[in-house]
């Protein structure tokens, strides 16, 4: 595993996420099944994108700092997401998205 370059601050880290790394670009997570990813029509707050700006403003809903999403999971599938500290960085992996190699380790289709 790649060490983060950001102290993860682990006591404020919400459940039903693990922080797995974090840099000034990039925020990547282990999100537990039956959070969503992103909001819907009939939720908007327990989600791991409000969930994980929350933690990145450190609790102060005031603060500008955004988080955008790169890719989502279903709300029953457990997990890695990405999500990005600026819109160009998100920009760059949509740009990249189609070429990443989506691998379970120790796990085979064939």
Do not use: C
């Amino acid at each position: 595993m790649i060490k983060s370059k950001i102290k993860i601050r682990t006591k404020y880290v919400p459940a039903g996420i693990k922080i797995l790394y974090e840099d000034r670009d990039i925020i990547v997570i282990d999100k537990s099944a039956g959070l969503l990813s992103v909001k819907a029509n009939y939720e908007a707050e327990k989600t791991a994108h409000h969930l994980l700006t929350n933690y990145v403003r450190k609790g102060n809903p005031k603060a500008r700092i955004e988080l955008f999403v790169v890719h989502r999971l279903d709300r029953d599938t457990s997990g890695v997401l990405i999500f990005a500290k600026t819109l160009a960085i998100r920009e760059k992996f949509a740009k990249q998205w189609k070429n990443v190699e989506k691998k379970i380790p120790g796990f085979s289709l064939w």
